[in-house]
Structure formats: C-alpha cells, structure tokens
C-alpha cells in the first residue's frame, strides 16, 4: 500500500511541477535525468490505484511496475482512446466529451512515459505500447470495446487489436494514423526518408521546448496560406507534451517511424473506419490510410481533402459524427 501512495504522490508532484514550471524542461534529451528513471520492480499488474490528497487520479499498474494514468467516463459501451506522439489522454477531451453525451462509456489513458504515466527507462516501442493497452483493457474488464487511435496511437490499435482483441473489440477506428510503415526502405520506396526522423530526433535532443512549439504549426495545418492560428491548441499541444519524457518522445520516433504493422493491419478482422486529411504534413496519407484500407479486411475509408494531420482538434464537428455514424452502421 506504501508503494502504491508513494508513486501516485510522486506522479503528482511531478505533474504540478510540470504545470507550474514546464520551461525548465527545455534541457537536452540527451543529458536529461529522465534516461535515468526506472520502473519498481515486483509491483502487482493490473490493479487500479487512486492516489492520495486532495487531487484524485486513477492508475493502472503494469507487470513492470510502470502506472498507467486513465480517464473513465460514464456508462454504456466502452470506447477506449489511445493519444498520438507525444500528447496525453488530454488530446481526446473533445471526443470523450461528444461520445459520453451519447452513452457510450469513454475511457483514455496516458501511453508511459506520456503525461501522468511513469517516466520508464524502458517500453517505448509499439509492443509494449500494445501490452499496456492490454493491461488498461484488463483491468477494467473491458468487453465489446471500440477502440481508437490517432497517429502513433493508430499504431497502438492495429497491434493491440491484432495480439490482444479477440473476443473483446467490436470495432476499430484509426485516424491519421501511422501504420503500415512509415520509413523509407527498399520494400517501401514511397515512405519517409530517414533523415528526416534523425532531424526529428536532433531537434528534440537540443531544444524540445522550441521544437514542440514548432510541430503544432504543420501538425494542424496552421502553416498554409490563409489558416487561422489557434493559439490555445497550440498551447495545449505545447503542454501536453512538456508533460512527458524526453526520453519516452525521442525514443517514440523511432517506434511509430520504423515499426512495420503490416501483418497486424492483415490480422484485425473487426469493422474498421480508416480516416485521414490528404494534407496530412506528419503522415503521408498515401501511404498510410490508402494501404490501411487495402490491407484490412473490412474496411471502411475516408479521405478528407484538405484535412490536416490533427483534424481531430480543428476539424472535430466533422469528424466527430462520422466516427459516431460508422459506431452506429
């Protein structure tokens, strides 16, 4: 029990430390103490926790000890959420709040070493993204779960999905999402250069702070002609990230850039509604959600002309009703 209250004191600490000085966490990735951090051995998996005081957050706990922070609203059906790099359950407020009014049960959790969840020294790749999900899922007893991801949690669906759904997920809906592959390589000749995910990672390494204050401009399409700026999503991209490791972001990209998901698309055999912009700047939608849509079973596609990567944000009352009307189909 010490352990427990111990570790959710210290995820608290850690979180009102971020909210109140976040700057300082402009260091290098590279020399940052969160490479340090580790997870406590010999925990008991799968149990929600709450921590103590006057602010109340619920955890997962996983095999390796690593605290999962989730959100669990309401009743009904279960959708569960799975955030892209290198946000938080945060970034589906908008969703959980739209789905919630319409009864479905909404729940969200904070991938490790994103937002509230444990800054882990280890983890950051699709398989234990995966595994983690697992572990949330379990916990709560999920069954006939619909589950959704944007971006690198779409990567986190197609394999949670695969490895982990049989009997337990209704339907599946990846937005924006990375599989099957994004890097570049002689059996993927349309993908992402290389170098461009090493510049992701010397940028995050010398200043994150700067660097995610620049991501959220092609991130949502505010870099077009004539787009509207919306400084509060840009903030709340900003904050989210800050939030988490720098360790868990830079190892991230090289989890949703270099992980062929190939065989979990081909695995999932549940209705799936594959959704992107075709002005998505982070993930290429041809090569994404067009090869989605081929290599799933039973698939369902939408292709979004001029929709940005982050149109779950900017573009939510659209969105937001064709994911409903697919749940409803």
């Known amino acids: 029990m010490n352990e427990t209250s111990d570790t959710s004191r210290s995820t608290l600490s850690r979180r009102d430390m971020l909210a109140g000085a976040a700057g300082a966490l402009a260091a290098s990735a590279v020399n940052s103490p969160v490479f340090a951090a580790g997870t406590k051995a010999g925990a008991a998996p799968n149990k929600p926790t709450h921590s103590t005081g006057a602010k109340t957050m619920s955890f997962i706990r996983t095999k390796d000890g690593t605290e999962i922070y989730y959100k669990d609203w309401g009743a009904g059906q279960p959708i569960v959420f799975h955030h892209g790099w290198p946000l938080s359950a945060d970034d589906w407020d908008t969703q959980m709040l739209f789905f919630l009014e319409r009864g479905y049960r909404v729940i969200a959790h904070d991938r490790r070493g994103h937002g509230r969840s444990t800054q882990t020294s280890n983890g950051h790749d699709m398989d234990t993204y995966a595994q983690d999900a697992a572990a949330v899922v379990d916990a709560l007893n999920l069954r006939d779960a619909i589950h959704i991801g944007h971006s690198t949690g779409g990567g986190e669906v197609a394999r949670y999905v695969a490895r982990y759904g049989k009997g337990r997920v209704a339907k599946a809906v990846l937005v924006s999402a990375v599989p099957p592959l994004m890097l570049k390589t002689d059996k993927n000749p349309e993908g992402t250069p290389l170098s461009v995910f090493d510049g992701f990672r010397a940028q995050l390494a010398a200043n994150r702070a700067q660097f995610f204050r620049e991501v ?92 940005p990567h982050g149109m779950l944000s900017v573009h939510a009352d659209v969105i937001n009703p064709d994911i409903l009307a697919f749940l409803k189909a």
């Open 216 to 307: 959220p401009m092609p991130f949502y399409g505010f870099n077009r002609p004539g787009a509207k700026v919306l400084e509060g999503v840009v903030e709340n991209w900003w904050r989210q990230g800050m939030m988490g490791a720098a360790n868990a972001h830079y190892l991230g990209i090289k989890a949703f850039s270099e992980t062929d998901q190939t065989a979990d698309l081909k695995a999932i055999d549940v209705p799936t509604l594959v959704m992107q912009g075709d002005d998505d700047q982070i993930v290429p939608y041809k090569d994404a959600v067009l090869l989605q849509a081929k290599l799933i079973k039973n698939s369902t596609l939408k292709v979004y002309p001029g929709y």
